[in-house]
């Protein structure tokens, strides 16, 4: 694979395009901190609230325009929601979604 190679599989890439200029591999090319910073300050733009480390439970999107969220934290109601759950979790069957 020559030329572009932001967001490509890392096996599609040559060990030239993987290293640097420098001979390094890609470390530079994670943001620093981590990708939960980017998250924030997305969630800080849109003034939207964030709610990190929280187990879910159930999400109720029944009603329109109102959906509750319980946690391991509390229950949280909401307009929106962006559900981020990993395939994982899901094929648990460990949150409930009603309906």
Known sequence: MQGNVE???IDEM???????DKGESGEDY??????SKIIKG??????ADLKLNHKVISI?????????I????GTFHC???LCSLP????????VKFIP
Do not use: I
Request: overall charge negative.
């Open 7 to 9: 967001g490509c599989d």
């Open 14 to 20: 040559s060990l030239e395009e993987f290293l640097d």
């Open 30 to 35: 994670l943001p620093e901190g981590g990708y």
């Open 42 to 47: 997305l969630f800080l733009q849109c003034k």
């Open 60 to 68: 109720d999107y029944s009603q329109p325009e109102r959906m509750t």
């Open 70 to 73: 319980v946690t391991n934290q």
């Open 79 to 81: 307009k929106y929601l």
């Open 87 to 94: 395939l994982g979790v899901l094929k648990q069957g460990s």
